[in-house]
């Protein structure tokens, strides 16, 4: 697979993504300490901790790598915010929690999780914080991971365009209202889709996150 360019985000990244949820029975150390050397042989460049960042930190920073780190934010991280600025710095804190889970200066990919709806103040706050983290290069990439309600979604994102990748789960509902207004704003897409990658990418999509298993078994 060649590598291809993620919207405004402006870099040319190879179009398979591996999601960090480690499937299966065992313990999860020992399965994450058999895969990592199969992911880091791939052709694969981007690793989502989500769903395991103290797991997957530790790992990072045990073993020189080239790995790019995504992340996306709790589901629920602002949803007790009261104002602006407690969701600036809640925002903030889970920043730097990941950033000393995986001991570096910079995520490569931070995603907004919209999974709920939030306030004008409580999104405000986040994406004010999610900037400057951004000028002061904790953030390389800012992105949206768009989980929830897709018409909801679509509200938020044109009143707040600041967004330079988006994550989209692999829906016809999801797709067809939020891959147009991707395109429109010429933000990169990433499908999360457990089908295989090379069906997924004829979607429309520049790259896929797939299960890390399904990752390095991809041709």
């Known amino acids: 697979m060649n590598k291809t360019l993620l919207g405004r985000t402006n870099r040319y990244v190879y179009p398979v993504w591996a999601r960090g949820d480690l499937r299966g029975d065992g313990v999860a150390e020992e399965r994450a300490a058999r895969t990592l050397p199969a992911l880091l042989q791939s052709p694969v ?4 901790i989500t769903p395991a960042p103290a ?3 530790r790992f990072l920073r045990e073993g020189a790598n080239a790995l790019q780190v995504a992340v996306v934010s ?3 991280l602002l949803s007790h915010a009261p104002d602006a600025r407690i969701a600036a710095n809640l925002v903030q804190s889970h920043i730097v929690e990941i950033l000393c889970a995986i001991g570096r200066s910079q995520i490569d990919y931070y995603f907004l999780s919209l999974r709920e709806s939030l306030s004008e103040a409580q999104l ?3 994406l004010e914080s999610l900037e400057i983290a951004r000028q002061e290069g904790a953030i390389r990439a800012l992105g ?3 989980f929830g309600d ?3 979604i679509l509200a938020v994102w044109r009143l707040h365009d600041a967004f330079e990748v988006v994550i989209l789960p692999d829906t016809m509902e999801a797709i067809g209202t939020l891959l147009p207004e991707a395109r429109a704003r010429r933000v990169g897409v990433v499908l999360q889709t457990d089908s295989r990658p090379e069906a997924a990418l004829q979607k429309g999509a520049q790259a896929v996150l797939v299960s ?3 990752a390095i078994s991809t041709p």
Do not use: K
């Open 150 to 152: 897709p018409l909801s």
């Open 55 to 57: 797991l997957w930190g």
């Open 212 to 214: 890390i298993e399904q």
């Open 124 to 126: 405000s706050g986040a």
């Open 144 to 146: 949206l991971a768009a």
């Open 45 to 48: 460049e981007v690793l989502d």
């Open 74 to 76: 709790p589901a629920n």
